[in-house]
């Protein structure tokens, strides 16, 4: 008696990896998040460094060097948090998300393919940042680069849970407007590309508290030498804990 193979579902993590590969060819194949994750950063990188329109106090380093940890975090903002959660909400408010839970993917293995498509497309951010970053005199403290890319991994974490816990609960429309909005706030007074100790009264000491603050002074210390502050890294796990703890409770698959 001879048996029928039957049709199964492919091993979760080769169903995880197929998603991550979606949803990073997603984002590099869509014109308008390829403009916010690649070429915004790369853009202000040559023009604060090329120009002087504005003033940084680089204490002594060279204005690449001290730029270029700030475009790096504003990279991994951009990816983890603009672009995964305005693309999560549209696949929450066009059924996506309902449909891929249900399929042997499932929640866990769809959360699983969005972080390792982010991480994907950090990859090429950095390499990009860090190819143009050389070209125009780049010179980063190499032992700094495994704590620089851990905060990465932090903050990659911080900013998706952030996402997550926006895009489970506005409505599409809001969300864009938001993460937008937020973006703009984060680089103008978040503690991203100018330090937190660089910006005006009350600023100073809110941008170190955020999540961006203290992603961009991890970098710095990192990538410059002097030390990642450990203030850095408990705001950044707090950040982590509590924008996770939300998203966890109040996220809506449909």
């Known amino acids: 008696m001879t048996t029928t193979p039957t049709a199964g579902a492919a091993p979760a993590r080769r169903r995880i990896a197929a998603q991550a590969s979606f949803e990073t060819r997603a984002i590099l194949r869509n014109g308008e998040q390829l403009l916010v994750t690649v070429v915004v950063p790369v853009l202000l990188l040559v023009g604060l460094v090329r120009t002087s329109l504005v003033e940084l106090d680089t ?35 066009n059924g ?13 293995g769809l959360l699983a ?32 680069i495994l704590p620089a890319v851990g905060l990465v991994l932090l903050g990659t974490a911080a900013f998706t849970a ?13 969300v864009l407007a938001v993460a937008n909005l937020v973006l703009v706030l984060l680089v103008v007074g978040g503690g ?14 809110v941008a170190a508290f955020l999540p961006s603050g203290a992603l961009g002074e991890g970098l710095r210390g990192a990538l410059l030498g002097t030390g990642v502050p450990p203030l850095s890294i408990m705001v950044l796990l707090a950040w982590t804990a509590a924008f996770g703890a939300g998203a966890g409770r109040l996220f809506r698959w449909h």
């Open 59 to 93: 204490h002594g380093t060279t204005r690449v060097d001290f730029v270029t940890p700030g475009i790096l975090a504003l990279a991994c903002v951009t990816t983890a948090f603009t672009s995964q959660s305005i693309a999560t909400a549209f696949d929450r408010r």
């Open 192 to 205: 991203l590309i100018v330090p937190p100790s660089e910006l005006p009264g009350a600023m100073a000491h």
């Open 113 to 144: 393919g969005k972080i390792l498509g982010v991480l994907a497309v950090e990859v090429v951010q950095v390499v990009v940042i860090a190819v143009v970053a050389l070209t125009l005199g780049w010179s980063p403290h190499l032992p700094g």
């Open 96 to 108: 996506v998300l309902r449909l891929l839970a249900t399929t042997p993917l499932g929640r866990g």
């Open 162 to 174: 952030l996402a997550l816990l926006l895009a489970g609960t506005l409505r599409a429309e809001g």
